[in-house]
């Protein structure tokens, strides 16, 4: 199946799960799973959340940025992918002077 993202309207999402600015994020979703096309600007993050129903998979397109998955950082840059298991809490702060555009995909466990 196809997901187009150059059809899908873009969000912005001020403040999301109490991070820093904004994400401004393209979604599909089947009801229970989500595949998101986002981007973070300089100094933006997704702030400190839980995965209790889901799991997270991030895969980093352009940029870098610093991931926090259970109180262990780690850098992420272009080609990277971020696997938060359900149970575990992550946050994804961009720290550089560039944009930071990733897909993530949240699979309902």
């Known amino acids: ?11 912005i999402k001020n403040n999301f799960n109490n991070g820093e600015k904004y ?8 009801g ?5 096309y986002g981007k973070l600007i300089p100094g933006a993050s997704i702030g ?9 998979i991030i895969y980093v397109i352009s940029g ?4 926090i998955c ?6 992420l840059n272009s080609g990277d992918a971020h696997y938060c298991p ?3 809490s992550h946050t994804f702060i961009n720290d550089t002077d560039n944009d930071l ?4 995909t949240v699979v309902r466990q």
Request: no cysteine.
């Open 32 to 36: 229970t799973n989500k595949i998101m």
């Open 1 to 11: 199946m196809k997901i187009d993202f150059n059809n899908i309207n873009s969000e």
């Open 23 to 30: 994400f401004d994020v393209k979604t599909y979703t089947d």
């Open 101 to 104: 555009i990733f897909f993530a």
């Open 64 to 67: 870098s940025g610093k991931n």
């Open 86 to 88: 359900k149970g575990s």
């Open 48 to 56: 400190l959340h839980t995965h209790t129903e889901n799991a997270e």
């Open 70 to 75: 259970d109180g262990k950082e780690e850098r």
